[in-house]
Each structure stands twice: as structure tokens, then as C-alpha cells.
């Protein structure tokens, strides 16, 4: 079946150090999204790429999405102890129904200050 | 800001007892989820509703369970007879279209015993 795959599983950081976790999906995707879950909290949208090659900055998180829109990047410059958390990335496969999104099992990402 | 709101946040039932989890989505929202994440793993997509019936559905959302919108504002989960691997925190989900941002609500963790 269609699986998005995440690596790696957990990850811990210095404080100040560079984080990337990355998503790999077995079929081509129309879109992928990302989410981040705080400990005990609930998944919150962080963004939505569409495009082959595109790459989008929030701040000190980039995110790009492979030319062949299988694949997509997180990278956190600099990770600070408020970026603690589970990111998630959610891919729509293409020729599906627009309603089923799959989520990736996340990195869950530690920050030693 | 408008947010997904569920009730209760922790539910405990006993084995084969039917439990309702009640979803009220973000009132412009069209399309409505249900996800399922047991503890410590990854989000699972468990249904998606819109125009009044089921748009889609996973391999888990089987004959226990139902999803209904009886009125304007609520949305809600039935599992008919509880089973132990039920356990689980369910998250309701909403959007406003196929393939945008979804919002979470905070989940309800439903323990069986």
C-alpha cells in the first residue's frame, strides 16, 4: 500500500544546532504537508507544498519538496528549546481521493539547552 | 481564532461498551476527519466526511465504527463495542476544501479497560 516514510524516528540537539528530518513517500504526491505536535498536544499545520523543486521559509524552517514530489525536507537553523516536539510530514498520493491524507510516524525532536 | 473543539478530553470505557466522541468543526469548514494516535505513534488517518456522508475511509474504520452529523455543528465518532486495542487518543479534524490545512482539535484520549 502507499506508506510515507520519516527519518530519523528521534533526534536530539543542542540548543543552537541545525535539525533536518526527512520524508520519503512510495508513490508520487499532489501535495505534502507538515505538522508539529508539542508533547501532549495535538498536530498543528505548519505548511502545504504543491510544486516539484518548491521550497518555502518560515522564519528558521525551510521546507522544500522533491522534483519528483516524492520526497520533502525540515530543516531548523539554529533549534531553540521551543521547537521540542513531533514534526510530521502528511502526504496526499496523486490519483486518489483528495480526502485521504497519510502522515508520515514522525521524528520527534529533543533540544538540550 | 476559531478552533476544532472535542469532548470529553479523556473518556474510559469498558470492553464491548459503545462510546460516542463528539467534534464541534470550525463553522465555515466543509470537510470533517477523524485521525486515531495511539501512544507514542504515529497519526492515523481513520475517516473523511463531507456532504453529509463518507468521502473515505481506512482499512481501521470498520463496521464498530460510525461517523454522523446530526445537527449543524457536531461531528461524531461511535464505536459500537469497544475493544482494548481501541485505546488511543482520537483527534477530529476540519477544512475548509480537499487538500488545504486541516485543524486539529485537542483529542480525546479514550482509555478501555
Known amino acids: 500500500g502507499q506508506q510515507v516514510m520519516q527519518i530519523p524516528q528521534y533526534q536530539h540537539v543542542q540548543e543552537g544546532e541545525d535539525f533536518t528530518t526527512y520524508c520519503n513517500s512510495s508513490?508520487?504526491?499532489?501535495?505534502i504537508q507538515w505538522y508539529k505536535q508539542r508533547p501532549g498536544g495535538h498536530p498543528v499545520f505548519l505548511i502545504q507544498?504543491?510544486?516539484?523543486?518548491e521550497v518555502k521559509k518560515q522564519k528558521r524552517l525551510t521546507f522544500q519538496f522533491g522534483e519528483a514530489k516524492k520526497n520533502s525536507s525540515l530543516h531548523i537553523t539554529a533549534t531553540q528549546t521551543t521547537d521540542v516536539g513531533t514534526y510530521f510530514c502528511?502526504?496526499?498520493?496523486?490519483?486518489?481521493?483528495?480526502?485521504?491524507?497519510?502522515f508520515g510516524p514522525g521524528t520527534s525532536l529533543s533540544v538540550i539547552p | 481564532e476559531p478552533e476544532v473543539t472535542q469532548t470529553p478530553s479523556h473518556q474510559v470505557t469498558q470492553m464491548g461498551q459503545e462510546v460516542i466522541l463528539r467534534c464541534v468543526p470550525i463553522?465555515?469548514?466543509?470537510?470533517f476527519y477523524w485521525y486515531r494516535q495511539i501512544l507514542g505513534q504515529k497519526v492515523e488517518f481513520l475517516v473523511s466526511?463531507?456532504?453529509?456522508?463518507?468521502?473515505?475511509k481506512s482499512e481501521i474504520f470498520d463496521d464498530q465504527f460510525s461517523v454522523e452529523r446530526p445537527d449543524g455543528s457536531n461531528f461524531t465518532l461511535k464505536i459500537r463495542s469497544t475493544k482494548l486495542e481501541d485505546s488511543a487518543m482520537y483527534f477530529c479534524?476540519?477544512?475548509?476544501?480537499?487538500?488545504?490545512?486541516?485543524?486539529f482539535g485537542q483529542g480525546t484520549r479514550l482509555t478501555v479497560v
Open positions: 479534524a476540519s477544512s475548509r476544501g480537499t487538500a488545504t490545512e486541516a485543524f
Open positions: 508513490t508520487t504526491l499532489s501535495n
Open positions: 507544498l504543491v510544486k516539484s523543486g
Open positions: 502528511a502526504g496526499l498520493p496523486m490519483k486518489t481521493s483528495y480526502d485521504k491524507v497519510i
Open positions: 463553522s465555515n469548514h466543509l470537510y
Open positions: 466526511f463531507y456532504n453529509n456522508e463518507i468521502s473515505e
